[in-house]
């Protein structure tokens, strides 16, 4: 091979190597153009912070005042100077107390379940209503 088509092919090269990292380092799309969130669901209510779980079945029951849903700090703070949190309502949930468990949302039909729960493990009566016992 001649030395000028090296030369050529090199910058191509490093061209392309670098769209793929950029390319991987922003994030993944979810096809409509823009990047997905990265931050998990949180609420907090009462000086403790919830986090959705998933497949629970709940009743949702009386209100119980203000939650709010902090901002997502995915940029590690540098873009969220002064921005407050969405303020939504908390709703009790039979059967586990509002220190385990509250369901929040515009009303108690359309509430998302969260618990308070830290590391790993959750609460044995957030367990018992995902179990259905």
């Given at each position: 091979m001649s030395r000028p088509g090296r030369?050529?092919?090199?910058?191509?090269?490093?061209?392309?190597?670098?769209?793929?990292?950029?390319?991987?380092?922003?994030?993944s799309d979810d096809g409509g153009g823009e990047q997905?969130?990265?931050?998990?669901?949180?609420?907090?209510?009462?000086d403790r912070t919830y986090r959705?779980?998933?497949?629970?079945?709940?009743?949702?029951g009386e209100e119980?005042?203000?939650?709010?849903?902090?901002?997502?700090?995915?940029?590690?703070?540098?873009?969220?100077?002064?921005?407050?949190?969405?303020t939504t309502t908390a709703y009790t949930v039979d059967g586990v107390p509002p220190e385990v468990a509250v369901a929040v949302g515009n009303s108690p039909d359309d509430a998302t379940f969260v618990a308070a729960h830290s590391g790993g493990?959750?609460?044995?009566?957030?367990?018992?209503?995902?179990d259905g016992s």
């Open positions: 030369t050529t092919r090199l910058p191509l090269l490093a061209a392309m190597l670098m769209s793929a990292v950029a390319c991987t380092s922003e994030g997905a969130a990265s931050c998990a669901y949180r609420v907090l209510y009462q959705d779980v998933a497949d629970v079945r709940f009743t949702a119980l005042g203000p939650a709010t849903l902090p901002p997502c700090d995915d940029t590690g703070g540098r873009d969220d100077a002064g921005r407050a949190g969405e493990e959750l609460p044995p009566e957030v367990r018992k209503l995902i």
